[in-house]
Each structure stands twice: as structure tokens, then as C-alpha cells.
């Protein structure tokens, strides 16, 4: 096996055969939602969506580890830049798995990915983590803590259903070859939330590459409004709230980790000049 990437959910390596080659994925997870995952990656791919198949079910190795393996799908672009045509695009993709997932059960996708999990149970602000957890929390500033809790709040007052869908709908997750959706990465982070809260996560996260970012005010709106033409159906008042609210978590998450880990405050800065007004579109 060669090592081929590596990330906070995964190791990830290329199985080469004589004929073909398959993506073997090793991770600290549970087995019931990895299968879970998988069997919403395959009614993706079975139906024609660009995204790799899966080639085998969820098996446990130990108490610590899920192996599983899907086809290897090379190739293709990052689609770079966060203007209202990379929103638009990127939005009719996620549309369009939304559309094929839409009757998928998703009981079993929980605990979502800590990016996207608000509210954990327990009552805390932040998901259970360990060795984040275990680091030194005074390093992350109160302005970050409390635009978490109005967040949070705001999303916790939601009763909106729960859909299966894309948690971590980011630019580096997704190929794009001539033009046209080529591939799209990460089932690991298919999650069980509100479509709102889905697609408001992913309009303020879809530019972020190399280094996870926030979109935009205007981008986001055209991302939001992008997905609504292309699912032919308008977000109620309350679930336009729900998306502003649910488009700071994810840099909310970042914004803390790079406290922790004092790296550059790309996420923070971001914060700073946007937050606000976010959270004031979200009423929270």
C-alpha cells in the first residue's frame, strides 16, 4: 500500500492492483455510521453522481478502527475563488446530492463532525474532543465564545426536519475536470441536520482549499440562492435564519482551533469582519 493523503478523520491509501487501483480508508470511528455513509456514497454513485464508488462494506479492525475501500477517481481540479460564479456552481452540485439523498434515513449519522456539531449533548459549548479539549481554553477569546453561544442558541431553537446531506462541503472535497463536476471526496462527513443548516454550512465554507476560509457575505447569499432555484423551492424565514446561523460554525471551530494551536488567524479575522452581521441575519 502506498500512502496516498492523510486528515483529522482518516488515513487514507491507494491499493494498487494489476487492473485497477482502490483507495483503502482507515479511520477512528463508529462502524454503524461508517456503513451508513457508505450506503448513502452508493445510492450517490449508483445514480450517476461524480463521486467514487464504494467497493466494499465497513468492516471493524479493533475497537479503534473502521476499514473500508471505494474506487480510485484521480484527476480534475480544485474549483479556487469564492466570486458568485464558484457560489453558483458549487451550490447546483450540492443541490443535486441533496435531490438524490432527500429519502435516505440519517438516525444513524450521529455524532456529526465536530465542524458542524452545535449543541452537543451534556450541554456544552464545544463537541468532546480530547486533546483539544485538554489544552489550555483561556487561549481562545470570549468574542469567539460568545458569537459560539448566540450560534448555537440560534440553532438550537430550530424544530426544522432532518435531511442527509454533506457536512463538509469545502473546495478541497471536490474535483472538477473541463468544466464539470469530477469527483467529489469526504462520505465520512455525510451528516443528519436540518437542509438549511446543511446548505448554510456549506455557503459559507464552499471556497476554502489549503486553508479553510469564510465566504463572503455576497457569496454565501448567491450560494443559498443558487441552491434554492436549483432544488426549485424557497427557504422559509426561518430556514434562511437557520443558514446564516449554521454558515459560522464551521469558521467558529477553526477560529478556536487557532487559538489552540496558535497558527495564523485566518478564521478569526473572519470572524471579526463578518460575524456580526451573520449572526444578526441569523436573529441570534
Keep these: 500500500m502506498i500512502p496516498a493523503a492523510g486528515g483529522q478523520m482518516s488515513n487514507i491509501y491507494r491499493y494498487l492492483m494489476e487492473d485497477t487501483s482502490a483507495v483503502v480508508k482507515v479511520r477512528s470511528e463508529s462502524l454503524e455510521r461508517i456503513k451508513h455513509c457508505l450506503e448513502a456514497q452508493r445510492v450517490a454513485a449508483n445514480s450517476g453522481f461524480p463521486c ?6 465497513a468492516e471493524a479492525l479493533d475497537a479503534a478502527a473502521v476499514v473500508s475501500a471505494e474506487e480510485w477517481r484521480p484527476g480534475g481540479e480544485i474549483l479556487r475563488g469564492h466570486d458568485g460564479g464558484s457560489a453558483r456552481r458549487s451550490a447546483v452540485l450540492l443541490a443535486e446530492l441533496m435531490t438524490l439523498l432527500v429519502r435516505h434515513p440519517g438516525q444513524a449519522l450521529d455524532p456529526p463532525p465536530p ?16 486533546p483539544v479539549d485538554s489544552m489550555d481554553q483561556t487561549l481562545v477569546p470570549e468574542f469567539i465564545r460568545e458569537c459560539a453561544r448566540r450560534t448555537g442558541a440560534r440553532l438550537g431553537r430550530s424544530t426544522l426536519p432532518r435531511v442527509v446531506g454533506h457536512g463538509d462541503w469545502e473546495a478541497q472535497n471536490i474535483r472538477w475536470k473541463d468544466g464539470r463536476p469530477w469527483s467529489v471526496y469526504d462520505w465520512d462527513s455525510l451528516v443528519s441536520l436540518p437542509e438549511a443548516a446543511i446548505v448554510g454550512a ?9 486553508v479553510p476560509s469564510l465566504a463572503p457575505i455576497e457569496s454565501s ?8 432555484s436549483a432544488r426549485e423551492r424557497t427557504f422559509t424565514g426561518d ?4 443558514a446564516w446561523a ?4 464551521p469558521t467558529l471551530h477553526n477560529a478556536r482551533g487557532e487559538y ?4 495564523a488567524p485566518v478564521a478569526s479575522l473572519a470572524v471579526i ?8 441575519l441569523a436573529k441570534a
Design 52 to 57: 467514487p464508488a464504494p467497493l466494499a462494506d
Design 115 to 130: 465542524w458542524v456539531h452545535w449543541n452537543p449533548p451534556g450541554g456544552g459549548l464545544w463537541p468532546p474532543n480530547g
Design 202 to 210: 456549506a455557503s459559507g465554507a464552499f471556497a476554502s482549499a489549503e
Design 221 to 228: 447569499r448567491i450560494f443559498v440562492a443558487s441552491y434554492e
Design 239 to 242: 430556514e434562511m435564519e437557520i
Design 246 to 249: 449554521a454558515s459560522m460554525w
Design 260 to 263: 489552540l494551536f496558535r497558527s
Design 273 to 280: 469582519d463578518q460575524g456580526e452581521e451573520r449572526l444578526n
